[in-house]
């Protein structure tokens, strides 16, 4: 069936939205603003197959678009007018690219000729993201002809597959349009034929790999580890299934980060080391479980401890993931696996069973140091803010996406996240690890997902209050712990925490903000939590719609003392 088309900018826009459409785009985040009208009218006219979403600040929507493509493992395409609101995306797009997110990003852009010469709300948008994009191009203006329509549909199918393939990250395109920006008439004449000009608009990534087999020098090696770093697979069941598979053929621990999915599906894995930071906190024991070879899956965990133990004991070190990226900030005896983990074609090994010294090793300290971490965590009544990990890791319902925020909760979890099996979810930005778009990427990854959580601190979430805007298009359920201690807690673990002033104004840096009278301002529901137990009851049920904060008012500086003191002596108590 013919459709007729009165408007260049109408019909160029149109076969943009359209193969994205055809190609699986099902959510494209939208900014207000002039320019990018054409767009905007496009994707408000693909509702419902793609939800267009409003929001109104744009480093607020990038963030949001992030946690959609996080949560769902699908490209989302983010829109906006010409001038800065494109550099407000720009800390997203640094996060999609470090922490492998599909995005893509539609800048529009006001024509060549009124460019480089004052005209408004113009700025070089051309390479506006560096190096960060995947791929990125300006786009030729708008043209009412087969061939430039032929030209476009091929451009947006080859982006589409560029956010996804070799890896995942941004795309970005530069889009110029010429007035009139309406869908108004504008002298065009054009007839198409969506069918038969679409059946070329169809997803071309197929990528096969066949299975490779365990290395010898693996499965001679009785002194290797398997390190299950920062992790956000979609199927994490079948993720943690092959690791344990690999783990139990080659006898091998597990150490699991607090971010990797294994730490939710601890039956799978009966190897699975949660302590290791406290572990080789003593001296003596990481000497003496220093390895010959170690298994890196994903990124290397957070762990100040591990990594200078590997940088210490420069095992050989082989990583598995199937990124380009170089994934050893360590500088070691590497060689990379450009693969996932499940593409192992793991096979038993004509191996004692039994395990070996080493791993009854690392598997008594998890189980001493493993206890004695459950048991203070469990007697403790004082509003310690790493506690709020350790009960989150028991209580949520099974399933709950969690995100983590970056600075004291990730590390906290770390530390305290109780290995479990009740599958949960858990999200972060690792890749970058600011504070950038929290709030807005926790809403992003719970939109039209189950009832989520967020841990954060009170800075991570000041820095992105803009982010309570999207309430009014947010579809479900996100609580927030927020843990309060009135600065940056992450600082006082540092050495310049010594030297006050200048400590406290420039690193501290104090708020004094009341959340109840903020979460006012958003209407958004506010709590104040005075107990565990309180807190407990909160978080299980989970509500199913809306939005509110679960604040605990903590010490930062008697909990950065207390981690100070106990840290190190779990694993010191544990073997006395």
Not at 124 to 137: C, E, F, R
Not at 379 to 395: C, I, P, R, V
Not at 396 to 419: C, H, K
């Given at each position: 069936m013919l459709v007729a088309y009165r408007n260049v900018n109408q019909l160029w826009a149109f076969v943009l939205t359209e193969t994205?459409?055809?190609?699986?785009?099902?959510?494209?985040?939208?900014?207000?603003?002039?320019?990018?009208?054409?767009?905007?009218?496009?994707?408000?006219?693909?509702?419902?197959?793609?939800?267009?979403?409003?929001?109104?600040?744009?480093?607020?929507?990038?963030?949001?678009?992030?946690?959609?493509?996080?949560?769902?493992?699908?490209?989302?395409?983010?829109?906006c007018t010409s001038g800065t609101a494109g550099a407000n995306f720009y800390p997203a797009v640094i996060e999609a690219k470090e922490s492998r997110v599909p995005l893509l990003v539609l800048t529009t852009d006001?024509?060549?000729?009124?460019?480089?010469?004052?005209?408004?709300?113009?700025?070089?948008?051309?390479?506006?993201?560096?190096?960060?994009?995947?791929?990125?191009?300006?786009?030729?203006?708008?043209?009412?002809?087969?061939?430039?329509?032929?030209?476009?549909?091929?451009?947006?199918?080859?982006?589409?597959?560029?956010?996804?393939?070799?890896?995942?990250?941004?795309?970005?395109?530069?889009?110029?349009?010429?007035?009139?920006l309406a869908p108004v008439p504008d002298g065009t004449d054009f007839q198409l034929d969506p069918e038969v000009f679409f059946t070329a608009a169809t997803n071309t990534i197929s990528l096969t790999h066949s299975p490779f087999p365990?290395?010898?020098?693996?499965?001679?090696?009785?002194?290797?580890?398997?390190?299950?770093?920062?992790?956000?697979?979609?199927?994490?069941?079948?993720?943690?299934?092959?690791?344990?598979?690999?783990?139990?053929?080659?006898?091998?621990?597990?150490?699991?980060?607090?971010?990797?999915?294994?730490?939710?599906?601890?039956?799978?894995?009966?190897?699975l080391i949660s302590t290791y930071d406290l572990i080789l906190r003593n001296q003596q024991l990481a000497k003496q479980l220093a390895p010959e070879m170690v298994i890196q899956v994903g990124d290397m965990p957070t762990s100040k401890e591990l990594r200078t133990w590997l940088s210490a004991t420069q095992p050989q070190r082989w990583v598995i993931d199937p990124s380009d990226q170089n994934l050893d900030p360590l500088h070691g005896q590497t060689i990379h696996l450009r693969m996932s983990v499940d593409e192992l074609g793991i096979k038993e090994c004509d191996k004692n069973n039994s395990p070996s010294e080493y791993l009854q090793s690392w598997c008594i300290a998890e189980a001493k140091v493993r206890t004695d971490v459950d048991?203070?965590?469990?007697?403790?009544?004082?509003?310690?803010?790493?506690?709020?990990?350790?009960?989150?890791?028991?209580?949520?319902?099974?399933?709950?996406?969690?995100?983590?925020?970056?600075?004291?909760?990730?590390?906290?979890?770390?530390?305290?996240?109780?290995?479990?099996?009740?599958g949960v979810r858990a999200y972060f930005n690792r890749g970058a690890n600011g504070i950038d778009g929290t709030l807005s990427t926790a809403l992003g990854i719970a939109h039209r997902q189950q009832s989520s959580v967020i841990l954060t601190g009170d800075l991570a979430l000041l820095h992105d209050t803009n982010g309570f805007l999207i309430r009014?298009?947010?579809?479900?359920?996100?609580?927030?712990?927020?843990?309060?201690?009135?600065?940056?807690?992450?600082?006082?673990?540092?050495?310049?925490?010594?030297?006050?002033?200048?400590?406290?104004?420039?690193?501290?840096?104090?708020?004094?903000?009341?959340?109840a009278q903020l979460c006012a301002t958003y209407a958004v529901q506010h709590e104040l939590i005075t107990s565990w137990e309180e807190l407990r009851q909160k978080l299980n049920p989970l509500p199913i719609k809306g939005i509110r904060v679960l604040e605990l008012q903590t010490n930062r500086k008697v909990d950065a003392k207390w981690r100070q003191e106990n840290l190190r002596k779990f694993v010191v108590d544990s073997y006395i």
């Open positions: 994205l459409k055809r190609l699986g785009l099902t959510c494209a985040v939208i900014c207000p603003g002039s320019r990018s009208t054409p767009l905007t009218v496009a994707f408000a006219q693909q509702v419902p197959d793609i939800e267009a979403i409003s929001i109104l600040d744009e480093r607020s929507a990038a963030f949001f678009a992030l946690g959609v493509a996080k949560a769902t493992g699908r490209p989302v395409a983010l829109v006001r024509p060549p000729e009124l460019r480089d010469c004052h005209s408004g709300q113009t700025i070089d948008q051309v390479k506006l993201y560096g190096s960060y994009p995947n791929w990125q191009t300006e786009l030729a203006l708008p043209a009412a002809n087969m061939e430039m329509l032929a030209y476009l549909r091929q451009t947006v199918i080859y982006a589409w597959e560029r956010t996804q393939t070799p890896t995942k990250g941004s795309v970005h395109l530069n889009i110029p349009f010429r007035d009139p365990i290395p010898e020098a693996w499965q001679n090696c009785d002194r290797g580890i398997i390190i299950a770093g920062v992790a956000q697979p979609q199927n994490p069941q079948e993720y943690c299934r092959a690791i344990a598979t690999l783990s139990q053929t080659l006898q091998w621990p597990v150490l699991a980060e607090g971010l990797s999915p294994l730490r939710n599906y601890t039956d799978l894995n009966p190897y048991q203070t965590m469990a007697k403790m009544k004082d509003l310690f803010e790493g506690k709020a990990a350790w009960l989150l890791s028991q209580t949520l319902p099974p399933g709950t996406p969690l995100f983590i925020a970056n600075s004291m909760p990730v590390r906290d979890v770390e530390y305290f996240w109780q290995p479990n099996n009740l009014n298009k947010f579809v479900g359920h996100l609580t927030i712990v927020l843990i309060n201690n009135n600065g940056g807690g992450i600082f006082e673990m540092l050495p310049i925490a010594k030297f006050d002033p200048p400590f406290e104004e420039f690193f501290g840096t104090p708020q004094d903000i009341d959340f």
